[in-house]
């Protein structure tokens, strides 16, 4: 456990910091046209070589990793915020809330995210706040499902009893007494969520409904390198390595916080 998560914490932190890094200072200007060096090896003056248009490889990965996780980060608290209140709902009032909430929501969890969020995209419009709210709404249904079952086993507890005999509303109750406590499972779920999100905008990117070119994303540029592929195998080779040691950090980092939170698997 400790070396996954010693490990899934360097990879996550690096690519972190290179996001952030990209906020502030890049190698070269990610969308600054040069084409006497379009399609240039990696060498000393681009480490990572250029594309077709001559642009630095290196500074629109970097670029990418900072629109990437801010797109992934969005999503996954829309999907948290809004599936915990569904959640939370549905689990304390029951009756025909609940039933209605929950109808929606396997209605919802019988289509596969990508699709439903490939169908929202095409409503909501192809862009940055677009993708973030599709996604969302994609996988909002999931945290919903994870909140009420955990609800359900909390709602009949002593210390929920105790809050009612003491003259505490419902409402209070829940946001005091029963939410806190949804908090561990909620948290495994996001840490693997922020995965399953990072590759679906990759996805829709390379599909050509995500950010729109010019501005950079893991998946938009796997789209630009697949002409390139024999030719400057590096076009694809970057984001596609990035996008690959992402998802690996996280899910091995996901891996250890699901063992220190979930009692099961404590020795």
């Known amino acids: ?17 290179m996001a952030s890094l990209a906020a502030l ?33 290196l500074s629109r990965a970097m670029t990418g990793a900072a629109t990437s996780c801010l797109i992934a980060l969005c999503t996954v608290l829309l999907a948290v915020v809004l599936g915990a209140a569904i959640g939370v709902l549905a689990g304390f009032v029951r009756g025909w809330l609940d039933r209605v909430l929950m109808a929606v929501n396997d209605a919802l969890l019988a289509f596969p995210g990508i699709l439903l969020a490939m169908g929202m995209i095409v409503v909501l419009g192809a862009s940055r706040w ?26 009949e507890r002593e210390f929920v009893e105790a809050s009612r005999m003491i003259g ?5 109750t829940m946001l005091r007494h029963v939410l806190p406590n949804c908090v561990a499972p909620v948290a495994v779920l996001a840490t693997s969520m922020f995965g399953w999100v990072l590759l679906a905008e990759s996805a829709l990117s390379f599909l050509g409904l995500g950010v729109a070119p010019p501005a950079p994303t893991w998946g938009n540029m796997l789209a630009g390198a697949r002409p390139y592929l024999q030719s400057a195998m590096w076009l694809g080779i970057a984001p596609g390595l990035c996008i690959a040691l992402t998802l690996l950090g996280i899910n091995l980092l996901g ?7 979930d009692p099961r698997m404590v020795r």
């Open 25 to 57: 200072w890049t190698p070269h200007d990610p969308l600054a046209v040069n084409l006497g060096v379009k399609l240039a090896a990696p060498s000393a003056a681009h480490w990572w070589g250029t594309d077709e248009f001559g642009r630095d490889v």
């Open 255 to 261: 891996d250890a916080v699901r063992d220190r939170l």
């Open 1 to 17: 456990m400790r070396s996954n998560a010693l490990i899934g914490g360097v990879i996550v932190g690096a690519v972190v910091m």
């Open 168 to 172: 505490n509303p419902e409402w209070l």
């Open 130 to 155: 677009g993708v973030v709210a599709a996604l969302g709404l994609a996988y909002a249904p999931s945290v919903a499902r994870i909140v009420r079952g955990t609800v359900l086993s909390l709602r």
